[in-house]
């Protein structure tokens, strides 16, 4: 049994997403300590927020990761 692949050699654009309905930049925070993590939100302060929570509730848990998430678009060149 033999397997045979084509590869094509393509150029390609990475840009950021403009489709209107991408939001530009969706945040989020995750505990160091326990890995519990805010839901992804295009607002920083919601974020934030739910952090403010989480140490206010787990006073040990004081360190946090931001995640934040850029959208891109891949086009094809001709
Ligand atoms: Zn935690």
Redo the contacts with the bound molecule.
């Keep these: 049994m033999s397997v045979r692949s084509i590869v094509r050699h393509a150029d390609w654009l990475m840009s950021p997403e403009t489709a209107p309905e991408a939001p530009a930049i969706v945040f989020e925070m995750e ?6 993590s805010s839901e992804a939100a295009e607002d920083f302060e919601t974020a934030r927020t739910w952090a403010f929570v ?2 206010g509730r ?1 006073p040990s ?1 004081t360190g946090f990761r931001e995640i934040i998430h850029r959208f891109w678009r891949a086009k094809l060149l001709e």
């Design positions: 505990c160091t300590t326990c890995g519990e989480h140490v787990h848990h």
